[in-house]
């Protein structure tokens, strides 16, 4: 990654401050969920160019596969299991640097090394979850749940 972003010319940071006002402008006046997420994950996934990128929705007591880019994904996850399913438990996110040294981790793809899951909140209580993951190693930390939580307040 850090060879794309020499490439791209701009930090990490320069890159989620670009992309939050398009996020905002994009998200303004669609009152849809699903057309709200589908384009998040759009976006994050073209700048950042992450291995996997989507969202999970609450569903009758279960995470639910909502819009995403990537490969094809686990569909159903129950609270407290996984990245996911704890983010949901603890109503907090989790920055993963290793999937494979995560007690309970699931293996929806061999490829994914790190992740970072980051809850969605409404009137206190998680509806969903922003999921992503990477190909590589310690890909995520504190500026990107910094962001990523801004961007979930926004959606």
């Given amino acids: 990654m850090a060879e794309q972003l020499k490439i ?15 996020v905002e402008s994009v998200l303004e006046g669609e009152p ?6 589908a384009n ?6 073209e700048t950042f160019h992450f291995w996997w990128t989507g ?8 995470l639910v596969l ?16 996984g ?16 999937v494979d040294q995560f007690p309970g981790h699931i293996a929806c793809s061999s490829a994914s090394r790190s992740e970072i899951v980051v809850p969605l909140m409404r009137e ?19 500026t990107d749940r910094l962001w990523l939580e801004r961007i979930a307040e926004i959606i």
């Avoid at 849809?32 to 997420?37: L, S």
């Avoid at 969202?55 to 279960?62: K, L, P, Q």
């Avoid at 209580?125 to 993951?133: C, Y």
Wanted: charged share 30%; with cysteine; glycine share 8%.
């Fill in 40 to 45: 998040v994950a759009a976006m994050l996934h």
């Fill in 124 to 142: 206190g209580e998680v509806v969903g979850v922003l999921d992503i993951d990477s190909e590589k190693l310690s890909t995520f930390d504190e």
């Fill in 55 to 62: 969202f999970y929705r609450v569903v009758d007591n279960e």
């Fill in 83 to 98: 990245v996911c399913g704890t983010a949901w438990a603890e109503a907090r996110s989790q920055v993963v640097p290793d």
């Fill in 66 to 81: 909502g819009p995403f880019q990537g490969p094809m994904a686990c569909t159903r996850i129950r609270k407290g299991r």
């Fill in 32 to 37: 849809d969920q699903i057309a709200r997420m």
């Fill in 8 to 22: 791209v010319g701009e930090s990490k940071e320069e890159r989620y401050a670009s992309l939050l006002p398009q």
